[in-house]
């Protein structure tokens, strides 16, 4: 696919404006355009398959032979449903799709422009890391890759290049083209990206799963502390070549465990590789002493209540987490983390999350498995579901006014919109106050004040 098939700088495309083409690769085109109603930098992703289409002259984008065309149409639905899923992924390492629509009779993707260095450039005007630096990038990204790989996804395209670093040094993961739902039941397409991708990705059929993102996420570690890039996987299936962390960093820098736990997430069998996010994070935690976190070094620490300090059981925690994810999405870890920090106990947080699951039996299922109850919790506030499964809305509210919050919000936050202003409808008393909650979930001032206007405007209050 050529750059000459790519949308023209000033195109506008619905109300965004492109500014020019960032990238090109095997599922599409990334373009930094202009929301012209906000006056916002965003990235758009479009839908645009090498070998399988061409542009025409009204820009609009057509297979090239018929025989294609079930391809294209089949691939553009997996395209739609796929930025639904990553809509809904919410956590400041990920980057945030706002919004994904069709025209041009293909599929578009709006994620925030995310302003900084890919991690490659960032290095490169850096001495070489130490330990502690060199988690305060991975950390964080494992704990958003926790989150995709909750919800059922995998990004299985995690490099150097896809991992961008802010102007305050947090990291964000970026790049999701490639993900895919893993579901057990279909092949996945071939995805590769040399030295960083397992062998499982180089076969359709491969058993691809978490230890595959895992086996990328060793490959930038190893990367990062020896500065080469890992042997292709293809080359280490029989007679491994590739010198182990263990022995091509520098031992006087990173700890034994640390290039250890690196050694680990790169076994070249899948079976031999760390299964979860939480078992690779153990073993990198267990390398340093202290906080590595980037937010960790921003904020300073909070004091905690004594119920806060108490000890959690993690296995519980994940229990509860994945029950919950399986009837709200993947917003559940954000929930259930969020009331773990204010200090609730767990049967405190299944009996206030109780109250997101619709179905009413499925609800009492919840409660009995995590609080003990025989029965649904007996009451609902305004806002919740009654036992019925039916959402007992708060009188000041119309089903069409939360119905247009929600649509509102969806343009800022995605698929999360929903909770969010059930949540917030319970509380406020007016729109005009529903709408100043839902403001706080957007974090750009300018989105964020074009938000509040909509509110004043259907207050009857001048704006």
């Keep these: 696919m050529s750059p000459e098939v ?14 020019a083409l960032l990238g090109m690769g095997g599922f599409g085109s990334t373009y930094l355009a202009t929301d012209t109603n906000l006056n916002l930098k965003v990235a758009i992703k479009e839908y645009l398959p090498t070998g399988l289409v061409e542009r025409g002259a009204d820009h609009s984008v057509r297979p090239k032979a018929l025989d294609l065309e079930e391809m294209f149409n089949w691939g553009r639905a997996r395209f739609l449903e796929e930025s639904r899923t990553i809509a809904s992924f919410r956590h400041p390492n990920i980057v945030r799709v706002m919004r994904f629509f069709q025209t041009n009779a293909t599929a578009y993707m709006v994620m925030e422009f995310v302003a900084g260095q890919a991690l490659p450039h960032w290095m490169k005007s850096r001495p070489a890391l130490d330990e502690r630096s060199v988690l305060s990038i991975v950390l964080p990204l494992l704990e958003g890759l926790e989150i995709v790989h909750q919800g059922g996804y995998l990004h299985r395209d ?33 995805i590769v990206s040399p030295g960083f991708a397992p062998l499982e990705q180089y076969d359709s059929r491969g058993a691809q799963g978490p230890w595959s993102d895992l086996y990328a996420v060793g490959g930038v570690l190893y990367w990062m502390v020896t500065g080469q890039q890992p042997v292709e996987a293809p080359a280490r299936a029989f007679s491994d070549p590739m010198v182990p962390a263990i022995k091509a960093a520098n031992g006087s820098v990173y700890s034994p465990s640390l290039l250890k736990a690196i050694d680990w997430a790169l076994k070249p069998s899948k079976d031999e590789r760390p299964k979860s996010v939480g078992e690779l994070r153990e073993a990198l935690q267990g390398a340093s002493s202290g906080p590595v976190s980037a937010l960790a070094t921003r904020l300073p620490a909070k004091k905690e209540s004594p119920a806060a300090q108490a000890p959690v059981d993690a296995e519980a925690v994940s229990s509860l987490t994945s029950a919950l994810a399986s009837h709200i999405g993947p917003i559940a870890d954000k929930l259930v983390q969020s009331h773990l920090r204010k200090g609730d106990s767990l049967v405190q947080i299944a009996e206030k999350m109780a109250a997101e699951i619709s179905d009413a039996k499925q609800r009492a299922a919840f409660v009995q498995k995590f609080t003990g109850a025989s029965r649904p919790h007996p009451t ?27 649509t509102d919000l969806a343009q800022y936050i995605g698929a999360v919109a929903r909770v969010v202003v059930k949540r917030a409808a319970s509380k406020a008393r007016d729109i005009q106050e529903l709408y100043s909650l839902l403001s706080l979930e957007i974090d750009d001032a300018e989105a964020k004040r074009v938000f509040m206007r909509k509110a004043l405007s259907r207050s009857g209050r001048p704006s």
């Design 158 to 190: 995690i490099k150097p290049a896809n991992i961008f670093v802010r102007a305050d040094g947090s990291p964000v993961l970026i790049d999701f083209g490639s993900a895919r739902a893993l579901t057990g039941k279909s092949e996945l397409t071939s």
């Design 6 to 19: 790519a949308l023209p700088a000033g195109y506008l495309l619905n109300e965004y404006k492109i500014d």
């Design 380 to 406: 609902t506030t305004p806002g919740q579901f009654s036992p019925t499964g039916t959402m007992r809305l708060p009188a000041r509210f119309s089903v069409e006014e939360l119905a247009k919050a929600e």
